[in-house]
């Protein structure tokens, strides 16, 4: 109903959720919501909106590396003894995703 479901940890993980996959969703929505803070400067400038664009993409990046450097987990390879802990640390977060939607807006 809010859709924070991927961002508000729920109590015994993902995997006692009823409609668990729903975090994408949820992403697709904030992503929805926010928009509008990227699409508006575009109407301005477009130099000005992709500047934007990009310097949100490169936080984004930045901010994925620092915590998967910290938190030691894989890109590449999910990490299979703590699945659970990864999905919700890494793998379902807005800003973890980011990036690609934002690719998406550009192109």
Do not use: E
Request: aromatic share 20%.
């Amino acid at each position: 109903l809010l859709n924070i479901n991927n961002v508000y940890p729920w109590k015994g993980g993902f995997v006692n959720q009823c409609f668990s996959h729903s975090w994408y969703l949820a992403n697709d929505f904030q992503f929805y919501i926010i928009s509008p803070l990227f699409v508006v400067p575009f109407m301005i400038r477009k130099k000005v909106g992709m500047i934007f664009c990009l310097t949100v993409f490169i936080v984004s990046l930045v901010w994925t590396f620092v915590i998967t450097w910290n938190d030691n987990l894989s890109v590449l390879i999910p990490d299979t003894n703590n699945f659970i802990a990864y999905h919700q640390s890494f793998y379902t977060i807005p800003y973890m995703r980011l990036p690609v939607y934002l690719i998406g807006m550009l192109s």
